[in-house]
């Protein structure tokens, strides 16, 4: 069940509810075109990825500054996607089961929809189920960029399941699917470098490969908001795939840029709003913002408007908060804007974006694909 929002459009920030999941418009807006700006006239197209964000209203935003559609992880994702009117959506995933085939081949009909594969197995069953819907599905290849988690080895084993799709009658080969998602967070500048040029490496190998052999392969995508800037300028890449670039978080802000210092491409524009519900000493102040108004598998959040106070504790409904200052402002009722550790699952644990310009409320976006995760 959907609850009601926190808030409602025109009401002071102040009077918003707590925890909500606050989007400050500015930021938010400065970052979608900043990306966009950077790949403009590159010959690179942009594919955001929507597991980010869950949202149609914020996908069909980035796809009218130029993306050419969206990607997401789950068939549920893709379709709130393509019933929010997003008529483009790449799952990166591999999908497996009869009852998500059928699903997803039900899309078709409505959006371009494409997928991926890593295994025989998946391209026969992807073959059958679109055959049986009575549609030509496009199927890219995953290949190991070094994270070890789903794809095929580049190289020959990624010809070969090329091969099956290409000879498969209802589906055809999309290209590649190359995202180094392990290379996102290493936080030198060189490293990530150095991490890309390897899967560049390996994503041009194997195009070449299946240009011998007569396999066109017309798209390789990939790349995410730490490493945009490599696979952007490699040649290779033809598609990104960045996500959090759009509401940034304390995570991605440990990253360093090549001169050493933390990363400003992006700027945070997600904030998790929360109220200072006890005070009970100088030093520590308690916000109702806890495990389940935030995600804590990147570590805890940041508190952006208040240097003083750093955010120590969680339990279920209650965040500590320690106290640096003995004059410190913080006061029974007072609210706090919290920058989340990790965007994308703090985001799964909210039914609304409130959306501020300054500090009034002007926008309401449904998380439709809020709990999407089959």
Same mark, same amino acid.
């Given at each position: 069940?959907?609850i009601?929002?926190?808030?409602?459009?025109g009401?002071p920030?102040?009077?918003?509810d707590?925890?909500?999941?606050?989007?400050?418009l500015?930021?938010?807006e400065?970052?979608l075109?900043r990306?966009?700006?950077?790949?403009?006239?590159?010959?690179?197209?942009?594919r955001?990825?929507?597991k980010?964000?869950?949202?149609?209203?914020?996908?069909?935003?980035?796809?009218?500054?130029?993306?050419?559609g969206v990607?997401c992880?789950?068939?549920s994702e893709?379709? *709130?996607?393509?019933?929010?009117?997003?008529?483009?959506v790449?799952?990166?995933?591999e999908?497996?089961?009869?009852?998500?085939l059928?699903?997803?081949?039900?899309l078709?009909?409505?959006a371009?929809?494409?997928?991926c594969?890593?295994?025989p @197995?998946?391209?026969?069953?992807?073959? @059958? @189920?679109?055959?049986?819907?009575?549609?030509?599905?496009p199927?890219h290849?995953?290949?190991?960029?070094?994270g070890?988690?789903?794809?095929?080895?580049? !190289?020959?084993?990624?010809?070969?399941l090329?091969?099956k799709?290409?000879d498969?009658p209802?589906?055809s080969?999309a290209?590649?699917q190359?995202?180094?998602?392990?290379?996102?967070?290493?936080?030198?500048?060189?490293?990530r470098?150095?991490a890309?040029?390897?899967?560049?490496e390996?994503a041009?190998?194997?195009?070449? =490969?299946?240009a011998?052999? !007569?396999?066109?392969?017309?798209?390789?995508?990939?790349?995410?908001t730490?490493?945009?800037?490599?696979?952007s300028a490699?040649?290779v890449?033809?598609? =990104?795939?960045?996500g959090?670039y759009?509401?940034?978080?304390?995570?991605?802000g440990?990253?360093?840029?090549?001169d050493g210092?933390?990363?400003r491409?992006?700027?945070?524009?997600?904030f998790?709003? @929360?109220?200072?519900?006890?005070?009970?000493n100088?030093?520590r102040?308690?916000?109702?913002?806890?495990?389940?108004a935030? *995600?804590?598998?990147?570590?805890?959040p940041t508190v952006?408007?208040e240097?003083?106070a750093?955010?120590?504790r969680?339990?279920?409904?209650?965040?500590?908060?320690?106290?640096?200052?003995?004059t410190?402002?913080?006061?029974?009722?007072?609210?706090?804007?919290?920058?989340?550790?990790?965007?994308?699952?703090?985001?799964?644990l909210y039914?609304?974006?409130?959306g501020?310009r !300054?500090?009034?409320?002007?926008?309401?976006?449904?998380?439709?694909?809020?709990?999407?995760?089959y």
């Amino acid at each position: 069940m959907t609850i009601r929002p926190p808030a409602e459009i025109g009401m002071p920030l102040d009077e918003v509810d707590t925890p909500a999941l606050v989007v400050d418009l500015d930021a938010f807006e400065r970052n979608l075109r900043r990306l966009a700006d950077r790949v403009a006239g590159s010959g690179v197209r942009l594919r955001p990825h929507a597991k980010t964000h869950k949202c149609a209203v914020i996908a069909l935003k980035q796809m009218e500054l130029g993306a050419v559609g969206v990607c997401c992880q789950k068939v549920s994702e893709a379709e *709130a996607l393509v019933y929010g009117g997003v008529k483009d959506v790449l799952v990166t995933n591999e999908i497996v089961g009869k009852t998500k085939l059928r699903r997803l081949m039900g899309l078709a009909g409505s959006a371009r929809i494409a997928t991926c594969a890593d295994d025989p @197995a998946q391209v026969t069953a992807l073959d @059958a @189920a679109a055959g049986e819907a009575g549609v030509t599905l496009p199927v890219h290849v995953e290949i190991n960029m070094g994270g070890n988690r789903c794809g095929v080895e580049p !190289g020959k084993p990624a010809l070969d399941l090329a091969r099956k799709i290409v000879d498969a009658p209802h589906l055809s080969f999309a290209g590649l699917q190359a995202y180094h998602g392990s290379a996102q967070h290493l936080r030198g500048w060189q490293e990530r470098q150095k991490a890309i040029a390897g899967a560049v490496e390996k994503a041009a190998a194997t195009r070449d =490969l299946l240009a011998q052999n !007569g396999i066109e392969c017309a798209t390789i995508t990939g790349a995410g908001t730490g490493t945009f800037e490599f696979e952007s300028a490699s040649g290779v890449y033809t598609e =990104l795939q960045c996500g959090s670039y759009i509401f940034m978080d304390a995570d991605y802000g440990r990253n360093l840029d090549r001169d050493g210092q933390a990363t400003r491409a992006f700027e945070p524009s997600l904030f998790v709003w @929360a109220t200072v519900m006890s005070r009970p000493n100088e030093e520590r102040a308690i916000v109702d913002a806890g495990l389940k108004a935030l *995600a804590f598998d990147s570590g805890p959040p940041t508190v952006w408007d208040e240097p003083a106070a750093t955010y120590d504790r969680a339990s279920d409904e209650h965040g500590r908060l320690l106290i640096a200052s003995a004059t410190n402002r913080l006061k029974l009722g007072d609210k706090v804007r919290l920058v989340p550790g990790h965007c994308d699952p703090t985001v799964n644990l909210y039914d609304w974006y409130v959306g501020v310009r !300054g500090e009034r409320v002007e926008a309401i976006w449904p998380i439709v694909a809020r709990g999407a995760v089959y």
